[in-house]
C-alpha cells in the first residue's frame, strides 16, 4: 500500500481494530489525519477507537467533527447515538439515531438504538414499535429482543415478556445474564412510568383547581412538568 495514502492508513486502522488491536488502530488512523486532518471517515473511526477505549469526551469531539465535514456519514450518528447514550443524553442519543435512521433505513442497529433510547425515556409503545422493525430486518438481532423484553416486563405482559426473553438468551448465548438485564431495564421502565403517571396527576390536579386569574398555585406545577 501507498504510504502517502491516508486511506491506505484507514483500512488497516479498521483491520486492526476488527482483531482488537486498539493501539495498533489508533496509531493507523492517527497517521491517515496527519496525511489528511479534514478525512471525515478517519476522525469517525478515531472517535470510535477512542470510545471503545473510554476516553468518551475525545470520541465525541471527533464525532462531532467528522458530522461538521461531512453529515451524510450514517456510522457516526450510530455511533455518537452510543456514546451519548452511555452519558446518559438521551435526547442527544434519539436525535443521533433519528439521523442514523434517516440516513441509512435498514441498518438494524440504529433502529435498535432509537428503541433503547425510547426505553430509557419512558416511551414504551414507541420502543416496541422499533424493536419490530429492526426485528423485521434481522430476527436474529438479540439486542431488539431485549429491549422487546424489558417492555413487556415494565407493562406486565407476561406471555410475550417471556417469549422475548427467549429469543434474546438463545441467540445471545448467556440466558441468565441477559434475563437480569431484562429485569433491571424492565424495574427501571417500570418505575419510570410510575412517576410519569404521579406527575400527570398531579399536574392536572394543580391545574383543575386554579381560578380564572392568576394563582400562586401556577407555581406548584413546575416540578411535575420539569
Known sequence: ANPRRPEAWLHRSLARFAARDSAGALEDC?????????YAEALGHRGRIR??????????ADYNRAAELNPGLPEVYLNRSLLRMAQGDLAGCLSDSNEAIRLS??????WSNRANARLARGEPEAALS??????ELDPKFWQAHAVRA??????????EFRQALASAGEIQGNPAQVEKEVRRQGELLRAKLGRILGATVALFTIMKGLALTYSKDMQEDKEQVF
Open 51 to 60: 470510545q471503545a477505549g473510554g476516553e468518551f469526551e475525545q470520541a465525541l
Open 30 to 38: 492517527n497517521r491517515a489525519l496527519e496525511l489528511k486532518p479534514a
Open 130 to 135: 422499533d424493536c419490530a422493525k429492526a426485528l
Open 105 to 110: 433505513p435498514k441498518s438494524v442497529q440504529a
Open 150 to 159: 424489558a417492555v413487556c416486563y415494565a407493562l406486565g405482559r407476561d406471555a
